[in-house]
């Protein structure tokens, strides 16, 4: 069953952000006054019906509440689509689980969509004050939510990279299966992560190659800033793929002359055993009396036999540096 609707709505005026009830929107529309309204949920009749005020076109509402929708951008004719991924930064998630953000930029209308809390949208708007300072339009608070979605990259990239370095020098040590295994599992989170950050990359290329007149040239500021951002991140990102690739192969070599230093030492302990075997068993027989066989001293005799065996074998392994 589809839970309801969690809406924020706020009028942003010159120098000055107020929240509204949710009830006064379509008041708010026909006054033409500039809105910001952050929905949260993925109930998706609920939705149509809260945003029919807009008049948004039915396909971009339907990716509105796409659980999984890649980025992307679309124009329609009083307003630009926008799709990215932002970080969870709820307790107990994993480091490259994403969350999908739709965004829907009219010249007097923000409308922000996601099913999940998104850390960047409480974060804009605490600032969204100082924001106005620069420009009124809503296009500069969709491009500081996206600066910021960027910004809560780095440090997660940053701390995979310190868990990569550790278990790259950890399975180098100790390549034991459980090192492997931890080896893998980082690779995959620095895939994903890439996976969601490349296409955000891509979509603020087009953004701003398209030179929509919706997105003002000090929010054309802010966008460039989180390419460039993002830009670094996503080149980090490749490094990190090769860093993980490179500590597995590293640890597949450490694996492998563990495992021939084991096979080494078992073939070194059977070599010396053989020898020993065939003269325990030769003067083991019953089938005949053997020289010496009743006296005492027989069983130091073959004692030295063995040990003499044992240290000849020993030197010539010695001198062939096999040990």
Request: glycine letters at 4%.
């Amino acid at each position: 069953m589809e839970t309801k609707l969690q809406t924020k709505l706020h009028v942003i005026r010159e120098t000055a952000v107020e929240a509204v009830p949710i009830e006064r929107l379509p008041e708010l529309i026909t006054a033409g006054e500039t809105v910001w309204l952050d929905v949260l949920g993925k109930d998706q009749a609920e939705f149509a019906s809260l945003v029919e005020p807009f008049g948004f076109h039915p396909l971009s509402l339907e990716d509105a509440m796409e659980a999984v929708l890649r980025p992307k951008v679309e124009t329609f004719l009083n307003y630009v689509f926008i799709a990215v991924r932002a970080i969870n930064h709820e307790a107990g998630a994993r480091p490259h689980d994403t969350i999908g953000l739709k965004l829907f930029l009219g010249e007097r209308f923000l409308v922000s969509v996601h099913r999940r809390p998104i850390s960047s949208i409480a974060t804009v708007q605490a600032r969204l004050p100082q924001l106005l300072r620069r420009s009124s339009h809503p296009s500069i608070i969709l491009a500081d939510m996206c600066s910021d979605v960027i910004d809560y990259f780095d440090p997660v990239v940053r701390n995979l990279e310190d868990r990569i370095e550790e278990l790259e020098e950890a399975s180098f040590q100790n390549p034991s299966v459980s090192a492997g295994e931890a080896l893998l599992a980082a690779q995959r989170e620095v895939l994903l992560l890439r996976r969601a950050a490349v296409p955000v990359r891509d979509l603020l290329h087009t953004v701003l190659d398209r030179a929509d007149p919706l997105i003002t040239a000090e929010s054309r500021v802010h966008l460039r800033d989180a390419l460039d951002e993002i830009t670094r991140i996503t080149d980090w990102l490749n490094i990190l793929r090769d860093l993980s690739t490179g500590a597995l192969t590293m640890y597949q070599a450490a694996l492998d002359n563990q495992t021939n230093a084991i096979m080494k030492f078992l073939s070194i302990a059977a070599t010396l055993a053989l020898p020993l075997n065939v003269i325990v068993g030769f003067y083991g027989m019953n089938v005949a009396n053997l020289p010496a066989a009743r006296e005492t001293w027989a069983v130091f005799m073959v004692v030295g036999i063995m040990a003499s065996v044992l240290l000849s074998l020993l030197l010539v392994f010695r001198r062939k540096r096999w040990i």
